[in-house]
């Protein structure tokens, strides 16, 4: 299927989440499971795309694994969004040279 | 048109762009990875304005796995924007347009809801305007530049961006997991079991087991550990300046 169709699907199906409760619905969403619910999908959903799909990422899978594991650490420290990234990046570059 | 309140929401955008810009670049990166042009990145980054959405969105394109797949997919991993959507409708002035209402529906994300959440009483629009106009150039041309740079790069540089986006997805996620033991539990459940099903169940596509674990993780979450606190408005602008798109 062509690619600019799926581009528009996605963003309409994006839009009309956005847009519905500021117009239509105008009311906060009281159930306790679907605040829950929302609340924990994107963390799942996150993790769920990094692992595995990081060690298919680049020529090694144990490349992958090590700037995960990187990541994770420096995430825990407390550093940001940039700094991890940067860290994980440079871990494959160094990585790559060494093995 | 009220200007001052236009250039607040600008200045306080812009640190959003900056790192939109960044994220996206990753995005861009992986666009490239799937075969997506420049230009139809660029178009889904400004149409889409959503990291984890459309990082969903490539690999349902990768697979070509059908328009019900991307709008399923779409509504499950961006529903939280619903959350963000409904708690921004209680802080409009209730006689706001409906044109002004579609125009700011475009760009609710985690870090432009946040600030927006933030602002003391009723919300006026000029300042989420503003904040679009630095946010929405920054995440969009940010993945241009990423999948054009996908053009030049060797591959050995381009190994090293593509895990700059999972890094990312890291630092989003860890830091909460630090706060709150639940999601700790929900991101090790999701690497595990992502990982197990990537290996024994190799029929499922890659976009199928993101869609179902995202499902089924934060599904029995929410069963097992609800969330008493309704007070979202407070949670997301705290978190302002952690999240991604």
């Known amino acids: 299927m062509n690619t600019y169709l799926y581009i528009a699907v996605m963003a309409l199906t994006t839009y009309a989440i956005r847009v519905l409760p500021l117009t239509l619905i105008?009311?906060?969403?009281?159930?306790?499971?679907l605040r829950?619910?929302?609340?924990?999908?994107?963390?799942?959903?996150?993790a769920v795309m990094t692992f595995p799909a990081i060690l298919t990422a680049t020529d090694s899978p144990m490349i992958g694994g090590l700037a995960m594991l990187v990541g994770i650490v420096s995430a825990?420290?407390?550093?940001?969004?940039?700094p991890v990234s940067l860290l994980c990046c440079g871990t494959v570059l160094a990585l790559q040279f060494l093995i | 048109m009220n200007q001052k309140k236009f250039l607040e929401g600008l200045r306080d955008g812009l640190p959003i762009a900056l790192g939109y810009l960044a994220?996206?670049?990753?995005?861009?990166?992986?666009?490239?990875?799937?075969?997506i042009t420049a230009l139809q990145g660029f178009l889904m980054s400004l149409f889409n304005n959503a990291s984890a959405g459309e990082y969903g969105g490539i690999t349902v394109i990768t697979e070509n796995a059908g328009v019900w797949m991307m709008v399923l997919m779409t509504l499950i991993i961006n529903a939280r924007y619903m959350?963000?959507?409904?708690a921004l409708s209680q802080k409009l002035s209730p006689d706001t347009p409906l044109g002004v209402r579609m125009l700011i529906g475009f760009d609710v994300t985690d870090e432009v809801f946040g600030i927006a959440i933030a602002q003391e009483g009723l919300l006026n629009v000029w300042y989420f305007i503003g904040a679009?106009?630095?946010?929405?150039?920054?995440?969009?041309?940010?993945?241009?530049?990423?999948?054009?740079?996908?053009?030049?790069?060797?591959?050995?540089?381009?190994?090293?961006f593509s895990v700059m986006l999972y890094g990312m997805?890291?630092?989003?996620?860890?830091?909460?997991?630090?706060k709150n033991r639940v999601v700790l539990g929900c991101i090790g459940v999701s690497f595990v079991l992502s990982g197990l099903a990537a290996r024994l169940l190799p029929m499922l596509s890659g976009g199928m087991r993101i869609l179902l674990l995202t499902i089924f993780i934060s599904a029995a979450a929410a069963i097992l550990f609800p969330r008493e606190s309704p007070d979202?408005?407070?949670e997301n602008a705290s978190g302002k300046e952690a999240h991604a798109a």
């Open chain 2, 232 to 234: 979202v408005d407070t």
């Open chain 1, 76 to 82: 825990w420290l407390g550093m940001g969004l940039l």
């Open chain 2, 169 to 178: 997805f890291l630092a989003i996620i860890m830091p909460e997991g630090k």
């Open chain 2, 23 to 35: 994220v996206s670049f990753g995005i861009g990166i992986s666009c490239h990875a799937a075969g």
């Open chain 1, 26 to 33: 105008r009311k906060p969403i009281k159930s306790t499971f």
């Open chain 2, 132 to 160: 679009m106009c630095a946010a929405i150039p920054g995440w969009s041309l940010g993945t241009l530049f990423g999948a054009l740079a996908g053009n030049v790069l060797p591959v050995w540089a381009m190994n090293g």
């Open chain 1, 36 to 46: 829950s619910f929302l609340y924990y999908v994107p963390y799942v959903t996150l």
């Open chain 2, 83 to 86: 959350l963000m959507s409904c």
